[in-house]
């Protein structure tokens, strides 16, 4: 079974219902959803899924401390191993959003592939943005298969 990994950091609980909706997409299609806080996901997890999705609250225009220390962890245990592995970015934020651009450039350095463009969600997941967060895990999913 295509397997997904979903890292997230949340503090107050906006992200966190969003890897839960990006989860539900995954799902919908058949594959496995595995959703993980970025403090208790390593190497392992990264190496083991056939995609991975990042999520994040927006602080001061960049991903939360707690993604970064997993982008640190992995860079150079995983270099080489994830080239060209698909992988879905989601932001949630108070009106900014741009942190979007420094998850972006991890995936670039990691040699991961963005397979759809980056989810942004102004404060706590509504109908409208869930739907687009079930887009991305779906699509996610759909390209694991391949
Ligand atoms: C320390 C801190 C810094 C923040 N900086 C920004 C920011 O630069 N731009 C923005 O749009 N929102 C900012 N926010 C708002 C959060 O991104 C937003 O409330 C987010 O949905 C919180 O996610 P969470 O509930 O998963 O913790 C900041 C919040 C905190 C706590």
């Given at each position: 079974m295509a397997k997904v990994l979903i890292v997230y950091h949340s503090q107050g609980g906006n992200t966190e219902a969003a890897a839960y909706a990006v989860a539900e997409g995954v799902r919908s299609e058949g594959a496995e959803a595995i959703v993980k806080k970025a403090a208790e996901t390593g190497v392992d997890d990264l190496l083991s899924c056939d995609a991975v999705c990042f999520g994040t609250p927006d602080y001061f225009s960049y991903m939360a401390g707690m993604l970064k220390d997993f982008f640190d962890r992995t860079f150079y245990p995983t270099q080489g191993q994830v080239d060209d592995k698909p992988c879905g970015v989601f932001v949630t934020h108070g009106?900014?959003?741009?942190a979007w651009e420094s998850v972006d450039r991890m995936c670039r350095s990691f040699r991961l592939r963005r397979i759809a463009d980056p989810v942004l969600v102004r404060g706590k997941p509504d109908e409208e943005a869930e739907k687009r967060l079930r887009e991305l895990g779906s699509a996610l999913a759909k390209v694991s298969w391949e």
């Open positions: 009106g900014g959003g741009s």
